[in-house]
């Protein structure tokens, strides 16, 4: 804290006259009680309670006592800014601030102008709002979780969607867990445990925050049995591997990489008759995983969880949050009895889902159902087909303010970009966008001006998270909701700096 800061709250005349607390010489702070008896602190109080308010009050005063007799030590002069001996209202402005700090929560709202629609550290999907309201009022209501309405019996929560889930798959069974990496913990454990399962080496993805095959293969208890090279894997080396010893084929969907050049992989129709003929159940881990086909929308294909029980896998794990467009979770699908298995392992208890899961997820699976109007109501597909002109309009809306707010040392364009789905959806297909491309003006003399200016936008009520790229910040505008729009463009004043 500044020593003006503190002095402007302390009178600095000498005395110990009850009741200021009198710092050792010259420097005095209102006794605590002062403070909280001030008709000023009582919005505070009420705010945030006595108890709180009294402590954070005492703190400040400690601190500010620190300060002062610092300064004291080093004989640098305190000089009195207020008329009086001691300034309340200056204390409760900086109570009030310091209240306010340390009661904002840490998980903020953010505009996401990444251009990565599916960003796994911003919180991957958003949701529509029918998901909205059924978690609203999951939170309020006791609900019918494992509660068999019909019969007044123990049900199961995996039943609430599972008919759902068959219906949009083609499944015989479904089951439900906290995310897709305890997707594929679980069906490794519960299927291979003490025994090998073979992956294609091309298929050992890593995908970003500590997912690994190899590793989670480990912990599931399971031994990895790589078959192939990098670049091609041939029908004939998964033969070869499979014996006794063999509990799971696995195919592994290759996220967020593409291998390119001479390559090779086997895909479902020749592998699934091997699987059966060793008797060996085949399993997909589909990462994204879709539930429609995306080239009805203009959008890349990608292999939806239908074709993939339809080419003959046995389960199939996918991530709820990705593609899908709803909550974190992870999603098995496939044989029954193979998913009664799974269902009946006890890691599953630990990876269950709650119910604010199950009431997100619930009415997201139900748009599917009408999938000529999915582009219109599931948040996720909308911001992935949305038109690059509209992108455009709102691009040249948001300019003059932008550059009235950064001034003279800043150039602020309206441009064409690309976009990513995200979250290893699609690795290597971009989507058309628009948005602005900022960069130095000429001939600006600030240093790592788009450093600096990535930092206030970050540090705005609602921080602003663009792209540093090519000696531009780029703030791709597809995930900006139109009406977010004049939330957007009312804070850019606050970056306004003199010039
Ligand atoms: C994303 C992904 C996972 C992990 O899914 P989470 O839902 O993030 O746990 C696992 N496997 C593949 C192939 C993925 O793409």
Redesign the pocket.
Known sequence: MAVDAAASVAGARTGADSPHCAAPGAIRLPAVHLILSDAGCEALIAEYGRVQTLEAARALLAELRGVLLAARRAESPVAPTAATDTNIPALLAMLSDRLRDSNRSPLRPVFNLTGTVLH?NLGRALLPDSAVQAVAEALRWPMNLEWDIDTGKRGDRDNLIEDLLLELTGAEAATIVN????A?LLMLNTLAQGKEVIVSRGEL?E?G?A?RIPDIMTRAGAVLREVGSTNRTHLKDYDEAAGPQTALMMK??C??YAITGFTKSVELPELSPLAQKHKIPLAV????GTLVDLEQYGLPHETTVRETIAGGADLV?F????LLGGP?C?IIVGRKDLIAQIKKNPLKRALRVGKLTLAALEPVLALYRAPDLLPERLTTLKLLTRPAAAMRAQAQAILPVMQAALGAGYEVRDEAMMSQIG??ALPVDQLHSHGLAIRAAEGSRISNVLGMLEQRLRSLPLPVIGRVAQDTLWLDLRCLDAHQQQRFTDQLSLLQTPA
């Open positions: 796994t995310n897709n990496a305890a594929v993805v995908i925050g997912f592994v969907h996220s967020n881990d589909l990462g994204s794990t991530s709820g949050d990705k974190q992870g979250s290893g």
